[in-house]
């Protein structure tokens, strides 16, 4: 078994959508190999950083990224195995990026509790703020009056609406 401790740049640009990790970031890599019988099995942690925007308000955002993940580097001629060894080196970019962009927050948020921005105004809204109240459309008018039953019943339409 042996251990290493040791920092990479991303190569390249890691992610997409909102949020992402960028080219030449610092990676900080706490790996740990064992020689088990199929192979080397990997066991490694990766601290970096993220950055992006906030899925609601569209506030820039930097936040850590820690992951984890153990892979079996397979001898070359065995068995099928997603990663092999070669000439006794693995290597790790793939796992690792693969596991940074799974990690990475599908709609990102500033805050738990961000209210977004104003519809009319793309202003930000302040903390515990609603949007106001939109203008109903006309012709979405006649929906208003649609309200389910929920103690079984048929539900209930407006009187004014044709029956089916």
């Not at 019988?37 to 609601?56: F, K, N, P, S």
Request: glycine share 6%; proline share 9%.
């Amino acid at each position: 078994m042996r251990e290493f401790a040791f920092s990479v740049p991303a190569p390249e640009k890691w992610g997409e959508g909102l949020v992402f990790v960028a080219a030449a970031q610092p990676i900080d890599m706490a790996v740990r190999l064992e020689s088990v019988h199929e192979g080397i099995l990997v066991t490694a942690e990766a601290d970096t950083v993220y950055e992006g925007v906030c899925g609601r308000c569209l506030t820039e955002l930097t936040r850590p990224l820690r992951i984890e993940f153990q892979e079996l580097f397979g001898y070359s001629g065995d068995e099928a195995s997603d990663f092999e060894v070669q000439d006794d080196h693995v290597d790790l970019e793939t796992p690792v990026r693969d596991s940074i962009v799974l990690a990475l927050p599908f709609q990102p948020v500033c805050q738990p509790d961000c209210p977004g921005l104003d519809p009319d105004t793309g202003e930000k809204l302040a903390p515990g703020t609603q949007p106001a109240e939109q203008e109903i459309d006309p012709r979405w008018a006649a929906l208003t009056a649609y309200t389910p039953d929920h103690d079984g019943a048929e539900n209930r339409v407006a009187p004014d609406t044709e029956k089916s």
